[in-house]
């Protein structure tokens, strides 16, 4: 039988184990999930049916459908006092869970890190564009709200994302504070505000010539005025205050070329925040952990470098 047939029915988790080279997921503690809201999530719209879970083709191992938005917890056996916010991409129709990010929270679990990977609403499944974006907010502050219980530094929580994960991952880190829902329990009391923000070949522009994205048409819709395709790009957002920011991209991805890595770069090294830029040769788009015979195979160690020589502390 194939991989993919065998894997057919399986949870993320097992998915990702094979993923990873046949690493099982009973060598770390056995992954918990962590509601994102106590009842109905806020904000207009909703799904109908099931969760789904995709199968042969493009949506292998990718999640949509999502009623009940959350977190899956990583605790790795050797904590390091890191986490990590892992957001997959699928330009806000579906999260790519099995080649994007199942396989990157597990490569920071053995690292010590303790990941909670996001499974946030999508406009496409019948929910406000500003879902999955409030569900991020609510993320971050629930984590750090809750670090001292998962034995993490509170200038440690930072946030990774794919793609369209990676444009949720950037909005939030560029814009914690902006009110996207209300709320007063105990996680409302804290910032949203990532220490750090690492971009897998994200989409950065809804602006042309960039303005091809499924992104774009999930978040303004294909007849956005400029004022919408501005205010939904990251860039616009750059201000020195922003969290260091890492950014990886492929010179020959035809979904989200190196040119908006380039714009996000510029726009924070023109504020004065601190951002790294690295583009490889080749990969294509959605190359998640990447293949060892793939020079963008090195991105974990290069995030790993850049995140242990920082210095936190002075940027909060």
């Not at 019948?126 to 034995?151: C, H, L, N, Y």
């Not at 293949?291 to 090195?298: D, I």
């Amino acid at each position: 039988m194939t991989t993919r047939r065998f894997f057919m029915g399986l949870p993320a988790a097992a998915i990702a184990a094979h993923a990873l080279g046949g690493l099982s997921p009973l060598q770390a503690h056995a992954v918990e999930e962590i509601p994102l809201w106590p009842g109905t999530p806020p904000g207009k719209g909703g799904v109908t049916g099931p969760e789904k879970l995709g199968g042969e083709g493009a949506g292998y191992g990718a999640v949509s459908n999502i009623a009940s938005p959350r977190m899956r917890v990583y605790r790795p056996n050797h904590p390091n006092g890191r986490a990590v916010i892992v957001c997959g991409g699928g330009g806000y129709f579906r999260i790519q869970l099995w080649k994007e990010s199942t396989p990157a929270a597990r490569w920071l679990q053995n690292r010590g890190y303790t990941v909670f990977e996001l499974l946030y609403r999508l406009p496409s499944d019948g929910w406000e564009p500003s879902a999955p974006f409030a569900d991020a907010q609510r993320a971050m502050k629930i984590v750090r709200t809750r670090a001292e219980e998962f034995g993490l530094r509170p200038d440690r929580i930072g946030i990774m994302g794919f793609s369209a994960g990676g444009h949720l991952a950037g909005y939030t880190a560029l814009l914690p504070e902006q009110e996207l829902y209300s709320g007063d329990d105990r996680y409302e009391q804290v910032s949203a505000r990532p220490d750090f923000a690492a971009l897998l070949f994200p989409v950065v522009t809804l602006r042309a010539p960039y303005d091809t994205t499924r992104t774009r048409r999930e978040i303004v819709g294909r007849d956005a005025s400029a004022a919408a395709e501005a205010a939904w790009s990251l860039d616009t957002h750059a201000h020195e205050g922003a969290p260091p920011t890492i950014i990886f991209s492929a010179s020959d991805d035809p979904i989200t070329p190196p040119g908006h890595g380039i714009a996000l770069f510029q726009a924070l090294v023109g504020a004065k925040a601190p951002a790294e830029l690295h583009i490889f040769e080749a990969g294509g788009h959605g190359w998640g952990l990447g293949t060892p015979e793939q020079g963008l195979s090195q991105w974990p160690e290069i995030f790993e470098a850049w995140i242990t020589r920082r210095d936190f502390k002075s940027q909060r």
